[in-house]
């Protein structure tokens, strides 16, 4: 497509007049008229005032394809083995019991599971990876509480390994937590309205609540790779629904770390924005 009419194509998708880009580019309505029907071309410094002008880029409007940056994609933060062991030195330094018993319970249970891999990547990310990560997460940021600990650890053995809340070798706050964390679906409700159910009861425990803003920080931070568009709107539109009102329930719940539930509240916000504006600019 030529650059004018992408430029044509952009104004009209903005519902923009050629006098209106003409006023905020100082130039006439003739020359934007011109620009559109191929007689003349922006000047090449005019080229990132029309692509500002129309919120796009210069590699949109003359059809050039950028070069891709001879990155490093790390589809793994860290390794899982250096997490365990982590887990494991802390839990026993500071006599975390349900954390010690969750840990190979947890390793156990997911065995053989893996994540679905980034698009980049061919190569599928072990499961225990995710708790791993939120335990560190969290004991990085303050939270030593043994039940949330464990059930960061656990938050997924029953809804994917088929385990049942009495049979996780935890104490009750910790079981309880897991089950409420555990998402199913009935067969008659509609999905929407089984999710606020879950969200709701989440929202009433204090662990609970605490493990699923992790939960969500974790994977809009890792995930992205592994979803389409259409999975990240989704997520996205989830997160602010349901999971951006548990953190003013577990401020007041957990008012002890509310410095951690704010560092987690700044990261999913900055994440999900960036997430929005690379959607956006996609699209146009």
């Not at 026993?92 to 947890?106: G, I």
């Not at 049979?167 to 929407?192: H, N, Q, W, Y």
């Amino acid at each position: 497509m030529q650059i004018g009419e992408q430029i044509r194509r952009l104004r009209k998708k903005q519902n923009m007049t050629q006098n209106a880009l003409a006023e905020q580019l100082f130039v006439t309505p003739q020359a934007v008229s011109q620009w559109e029907r191929g007689v003349t071309l922006p000047d090449t410094d005019k080229l990132s005032e029309v692509a500002s002008a129309l919120h796009t880029s210069v590699n949109v409007l003359t059809g050039t394809v950028a070069t891709t940056p001879d990155w490093i994609m790390r589809d793994s933060l860290f390794s899982a083995e250096h997490m365990y062991s982590r887990i494991k030195a802390f839990a026993e330094v500071e006599r975390l019991e349900d954390t010690r018993r969750a840990l190979p319970f947890m390793k156990e249970a997911h065995s053989g599971q893996t994540r679905k891999p980034a698009f980049y990547s061919g190569t599928p990310i072990p499961y225990v990876t995710h708790p791993l990560l939120m335990a560190c997460h969290a004991h990085a940021l303050g939270i030593r509480e043994d039940a949330i600990l464990a059930a960061i650890l656990l938050h997924d053995v029953c809804e994917d390994c088929g385990v049942k809340p009495q049979d996780i070798p935890c104490s009750e706050p910790v079981k309880e937590a897991v089950r409420l964390l555990t998402f199913t679906e009935d067969g008659f409700s509609d999905k929407d309205v089984i999710k606020k159910r879950y969200y709701d009861a989440i929202a009433q425990n204090r662990i609970a609540c605490m493990v699923k803003i992790l939960d969500r920080c974790n994977n809009i931070s890792t995930m992205a790779g592994a979803f389409t568009d259409e999975k990240l709107v989704s997520y996205i539109n989830e997160t602010e629904t349901y999971v951006m009102p548990l953190w003013e329930i577990a401020r007041k719940t957990l008012p002890e770390y509310v410095d951690a539930i704010f560092v987690l509240k700044y990261h999913i916000r900055s994440v999900l924005e960036s997430l929005k504006a690379l959607i956006v600019m996609d699209k146009v």
